[in-house]
């Protein structure tokens, strides 16, 4: 009996039976559902990690225009090619709390002005030399000199000079933030020997993978490195495989068919019937992304605080939830925050969708009745153009004339995001509060796309910044974001979850919120069970 | 000089020439779309020194003509540049692509082509019967089914659902079983790279072959039906049936050589389909063809990038209508020999 149900498991690990199947074969031999799936279970997981075998990542968000130059990284595919290849100072570990990577600790002056990163010693780089703090300081003076064009140019911009003493690498700057580290964890800056500054592109860090080949748009290739310095954590498939899937369907069949052993990006309309499917899992993971329509606050009618309140209160939330994220998501609260970040304040009153209070502020702000135009396009978000029409149905309950202008993808982010007054949009979300607020909320920020400019504003998030007690710094983000919620020019309804779906032979997968697939690692951090 | 060649030489030069038209045409077009390459690199992160300094880098703060002038001196040169944003050879990365794009179109067109022209002759030869109703009832079929949805379809039938089927036939001996499983493997993403061998590169590419050569079946097989039918009224093969030929020699002998030059005209078209034509099902089978490439390219504002494939994608099509009116003279014995 026990050879014929380990005969039968190893179909189930094969995809050639579905585990309803299996349980119901074992039955047939006697043993119950509840056992039968404890052996499946021990089958598929291993004590610990399993080292070797090829893993395989089929993902969206690769082209045949893409470059291994950590500056320039600005999509999905890339991201998985600097985390095989590249790491930085310091990660956002799973629990939002600071692992160490090239500095062994961070210290702050009690001002936060002064940070001191101790550099790691002995860590190889794959081209044999030995990382050093100098490497550290001319990677950071690669993304914030003048004549960068880094991805990471905006979060570098605080900083007033930077040093190597010794082993450490010393960062001044101008006012103090108590997040500086988080701000290191930017996926922008792996550390390259030398910066980078001769060939960005080279794919030499110091992480667990070399690149055994580079196809941009088709796939990518990664041997794991002998001497890397941290074997006992990362690196486990000897090789590990990214193949570009940019087509939803073709990414589920690649995974349903045993092609790939992760994917990512699983539409969420399939979300639900692809987990039913043998021998894979579908992975959903809270995380700190948003969906938005944002409105200019400086342009009419959007400066008119009524008509904002107006829509805000016209919006559905939960149908948005139900309908786009088909409950892959939750419900926003017109700030940017949520229960992801650290020092949330849960008892911020959530708004409600009320079509009464919604007419109410309608009337008073005096609008003319001319329709009110939002733009959208496929590209702003998945679902966008879904979510305009959910919008302007219930904002016409509410009397509102919203109209939908749909636009071209081609050209979205240049064109309509950040220049038309009204339109659909999305936000990946960042590690810490501060980020995500300076980023797009402060007066002088690069991507101000409400163009929300409150003096009142910027003076709590640079006092938060500063502020190294916590509970204070809980209660001034607490104030802002009612002061966001109630005035600002953003209507959110909606925070996404990464959908992505691994196969049962893998191992090691953990929730992470800071991004898709483990924030872009489970290619790393995973293994085969069976290989 | 013999008139067929005096042809061949006339239309290479129109052929150069609409090269450089559609060289302009392109550019122009690249041009006139919102956005520019630095702009599509940085994307939504862009902040305003970070566009200036990679425009500056690029280049691609000259003017537009200066721009095009010094592109086309280098292609003159036989240099086709390197791509914008990434700085790869252009040559280099095109020549790959444009290697797979040949090979599934070669592999495609190598089933298709015969396989309809001998649809069409026993569509003729059984004209108005169930054969003939039953081969266009297909071919109309699935061409009228758009090309992702044949591969759609495909994939779940012979990449996800064979295999469970076969998995479940516990009557099979374990050997036949294993057997059937490793080689009735559809594989749903057809790889394609240089250590492969050539078995393992058509078994990669199966199934787009299946979905091209359906797609493109009923089209040549119409044709081919059409044009014998037409030659069918004649009267030297109304002489030919009353001499007692049987009918499949009629069609062989007579009929076929006079059709030639309308089934010609639309295989080439049809080859310059699979060609020029594929992304919809590169995109499904993820096949790293010239048609993804050049979308990916547009997309981010490539310029050199897409005058390339477009140059490319021109002069098959030019190349392809010579051959087609060469073929269709060479078959002529009345444009053979003008008076």
């Known amino acids: ?531 | 000089m013999h008139p067929i060649l005096k042809l061949v030489a006339q239309r290479l030069a129109l052929g150069l020439l609409l090269l450089f038209a559609a060289s302009i045409l392109i550019f122009v077009g690249t041009a006139i779309l919102p956005g520019d390459v630095a702009q599509s690199i940085l994307g939504q992160s862009a902040t305003p020194e970070a566009l200036a300094n990679l425009r500056a880098e690029l280049g691609v703060d000259q003017p537009a003509i200066t721009r095009y002038f010094s592109w086309l001196g280098g292609v003159l040169q036989g240099d086709l540049g390197t791509a914008l944003t990434n700085g790869r050879d252009i040559a280099e990365s095109l020549s790959t692509r444009l290697g797979n794009t040949l090979f599934l179109a070669f592999w495609a067109a190598l089933i298709a082509v015969p396989l309809a022209i001998t649809l069409g002759l026993l569509a003729v030869r059984y004209k108005d019967r169930w054969p003939d109703k039953l081969i266009s009832a297909i071919t109309l079929t699935t061409i009228s089914i758009p090309e992702f949805m044949i591969g759609y379809l495909l994939i779940f039938f012979l990449s996800i659902q064979l295999p469970l089927l076969i998995g479940g036939m516990e009557f099979l001996p374990d050997g036949l079983q294993s057997w059937l499983l490793s080689n009735l493997r559809f594989s749903s993403v057809a790889l394609m790279n240089d250590s492969m061998t050539l078995i393992e590169k058509i078994k990669s590419i199966t199934l787009p072959i299946m979905v091209l050569t359906l797609v493109v079946l009923a089209h040549m097989m119409r044709m081919t039906r059409a044009a014998i039918l037409n030659v069918m009224q004649s009267a030297y093969i109304e002489t030919a049936e009353l001499k007692g030929l049987g009918m499949l020699k009629i069609i062989r002998k007579h009929a076929f050589p006079n059709a030639i030059a309308p089934i010609v005209n639309v295989v080439m078209l049809n080859l310059a389909y699979l060609v020029v034509g594929v992304v919809v099902v590169e995109v499904v089978f993820a096949y790293p063809g010239m048609g993804q490439y050049l979308v990916d390219h547009v997309s981010k504002r490539d310029v050199p990038v897409v005058q390339a494939c477009g140059l490319i994608f021109a002069a098959v099509y030019i190349g392809l209508n010579l051959i087609a009116d060469i073929v269709s003279i060479l078959a002529n014995p009345r444009l053979r020999h003008p008076k």
């Open chain 1, 1 to 531: 009996m026990t050879d014929q149900l380990k005969h039968l498991s190893e179909k189930v690990t094969k995809g050639l039976m579905t585990r309803r199947e299996f349980v119901g074969r074992a039955a047939a031999l006697g043993v119950t559902a509840a056992v039968a799936n404890s052996m499946l279970a021990s089958a598929a997981k291993a004590a610990g990690p399993v080292r070797g075998g090829t893993l395989k990542l089929g993902a969206s968000g690769g082209e045949s225009t893409n470059t291994q130059d950590p500056a320039l990284t600005a999509s999905e595919v890339p991201l998985y090619n600097l985390r095989h290849w590249g790491e930085t100072l310091v990660d956002v570990g799973a629990d939002g709390n600071i692992e160490y990577r090239m500095a062994e600790s961070v210290e702050g002056s009690a001002d936060a002005k002064q940070w001191v990163f101790k550099i790691r010693k002995g860590v190889p780089f794959s081209n044999g030399k030995d990382m050093t703090p100098e490497d550290v300081l001319m990677t950071m003076q690669r993304h914030s000199n003048e004549d960068s064009q880094s991805g990471a140019l905006g979060i570098m911009r605080g900083i007033e000079d930077m040093k190597v003493d010794g082993d450490n690498f010393i960062v001044n700057l101008s006012t103090g933030n108590a997040d500086l580290p988080y701000l290191m964890a930017d996926y922008h800056l792996m550390i390259q020997p030398g910066g980078g500054m001769d060939d960005p592109g080279a794919g030499i860090g110091t992480g667990p993978y070399t690149i055994e080949f580079d196809e941009p748009g088709v796939r990518h290739g990664f041997k794991r490195r002998e001497d890397y310095w941290d074997a006992e954590n990362r690196g486990f498939a000897e090789f590990s495989e990214q193949l570009v899937l940019n087509d939803a369907t073709a990414r589920t069949a690649a995974l349903q068919s045993g092609q790939v052993h992760m994917i990512n990006r699983v539409d969420p309309k399939v979300a639900s019937l692809l987990d039913r499917a043998p021998n894979l899992s579908v992975k959903s993971t809270a995380g700190r992304g948003h969906y938005v329509f944002i409105m200019h606050v400086d342009t009419a009618p959007f400066d008119n605080n009524e008509l904002r309140l107006a829509l805000k209160y016209a919006i559905n939330r939960q149908e948005m939830v139900d309908k786009i994220l088909r409950g892959y998501g939750s419900i926003g609260n017109d700030f940017p925050i949520n229960a992801g970040y650290p020092l949330f304040d849960t008892s911020i009153a959530q708004r409600a969708h009320d079509l009464a209070k919604a007419a109410e502020h309608y009337k008073k702000s005096g609008h003319d009745g001319s329709p009110i135009i939002l733009r959208t396009a496929d590209g702003a978000f998945p679902g966008a153009v879904d979510a305009a029409a959910l919008f302007q149905q219930s904002a016409q309950a509410a009397g509102i004339p919203l109209e939908i202008k749909r636009e071209p993808n081609d050209g979205y982010w240049s064109e309509v995001w950040n220049v038309q007054p009204f339109c659909a949009s999305y936000w990946g979300g960042r590690p810490v509060q501060d980020q995500m607020y300076s980023t797009a909320y402060l007066s002088t920020a690069d991507w101000n796309d409400t163009r929300f400019k409150r003096p009142e504003f910027d003076e709590m998030l640079l006092a938060a910044r500063a502020e190294i007690d916590e509970v204070k710094r809980k209660e001034i983000y607490s104030k802002m974001a009612v002061m966001l919620r109630d005035e600002g020019g953003l209507i959110l309804p909606m925070f996404n979850d990464f959908v992505g779906a691994i196969a049962a032979n893998v191992g090691g997968w953990v929730d992470d919120p800071n991004g898709p697939l483990m924030n872009n690692k489970a290619p790393i951090k995973c293994w085969l069970t069976d290989a």
